[in-house]
């Protein structure tokens, strides 16, 4: 049975092509900046929103057209496997992510639960064998059932604490198990709503333990993939303790786990933060930090995790150029964690919202690629801070400089600034997106 009956292996066939089942700047083999387009990108599909999303928002009902929709229990969550290698091999894509309860269904008891989950690995795995497509990460769904309503690591309960470990645990023998090249945390619902009835020191100790723990068992069961963390700063909770990426760093600095953990960018998690995908991208990339990211886009004029397709090609510039300065994502890759909107509810929208997700970042691949090239930025950036080169910008950066000699200066010499030139740079932005 073929479940997307419509579509054939999606093709390259460049910028003149009209056929909207087809990819117009992503080529697999194409090299930019010495590497293959496809070695860069690392595209990889989310479970939960390619094939559990059922189109519900918080004003509506379920819209998604879908051929497993009147299945339930074991019999659907196998049938979304079939699916789901189907698509891998039909769009092109090596890797997938998903949560444990995306794939698998949660029984009466744990023990059941895990029984259930064991059947679709086995499943998962045996069509692995005979597929190019990789586990890009894996994660534990710990803020859907009510169990969690105070959070899982961070929970009031002792007892919530343990079974959160314990799915965690599985979840690391399923990575193991499916060769993952990552194991993510995030923490829907470590967080507060309100001081008035929290111990936050508590709840922040406790999750680090948690995570150290993690760690040991990691290592106990030999599994050697990457650690992510992915920030979120709110929604569910008023104010997640993951807040952004600058507050992740700072929590794995102070309980000794930054040698252990990268983060996961997410792009509509950075908006919600205040900040741009860019923003976040570079304050982990500057701490050695940045491992994966979450490729989506949010609405601005909407306050909530919209988790649309990434088809901003600013955003997909900026951030490959990010990436590329990175060295690449290493483990990691671009996961969409995206989903069609409830009014494209077919199954061929599916394709069309990753390939243009995917044409997206190939275009802005691309774009960087150019721009680090010619070192447009990057020219202009160091001929900015010039100052600091010599004379006293220098004495100030090796560390010669002390105040009584700043004030010396200061009293002797007069300021004369430059302009930043902000609108010629994004005019040149502009330029050399319409060009490539």
Known sequence: MSFFPN???????????KNPLAFKYYNPDEL???KRMEDHLRFSVAFWHTFTFSG??????????????????L??????????????????????????????????????????LD??????????????????????????HPRFLHGAATSCNAGVFAYAAAQVKKGLEVAKELGAENYVFWGGREGYETLLN????????????????????????????QFLIEPKPKEPTKHQYDFDAATTIAFLQTYGLKDH?????????????GHTFQHELRVSRMHGMLGSVDANQGDLLLGWDTDEFPTDLYETTLAMYEILQNGGLGNGGLNFDARPRRSSFDTDD????????????????????KLLADGVFETFINNRYRSYESGIGLDIVSGRANFHMLEEYALNNEIKNESGRLEMLRSVLNQYISQE
């Open 75 to 116: 019999e659907l969550a196998k049938t979304r496997v079939e699916a789901a290698f189907e698509f891998f091999e039909k769009l092109g894509v090596l890797y997938f992510a998903f949560h444990d309860r995306d794939i698998a269904p949660e029984g009466d008891t744990l023990r059941e639960t895990n029984k259930n």
């Open 350 to 369: 599916l394709f069309y919202s990753h390939i243009a997700g995917m044409d997206s970042f190939a275009k802005g691949l691309k774009v960087a690629g």
């Open 56 to 73: 519900t928002d918080p004003f509506g009902a379920a819209t998604m057209q879908r051929p497993w929709n009147d299945l339930s229990g």
């Open 32 to 34: 930019v900046a010495g």
């Open 261 to 273: 953990f990268k983060l996961n960018i997410e792009a509509n998690h950075a908006t919600l933060a």
């Open 198 to 225: 929290t111990n936050m020191k508590l709840e922040q100790d406790n999750l680090a333990r948690f995570f150290h723990m993690a760690l040991d068992y990691a290592k106990e069961i030999g599994f050697t993939g």
């Open 119 to 144: 059947i679709i690995v086995a499943q998962m795995k045996d069509y692995m064998k005979m597929s190019e497509t990789k586990l890009l990460w894996n994660t534990a769904n710990m803020f859907t």
């Open 7 to 17: 579509v054939k292996r999606i093709q390259y066939e460049g910028s003149k092509s």
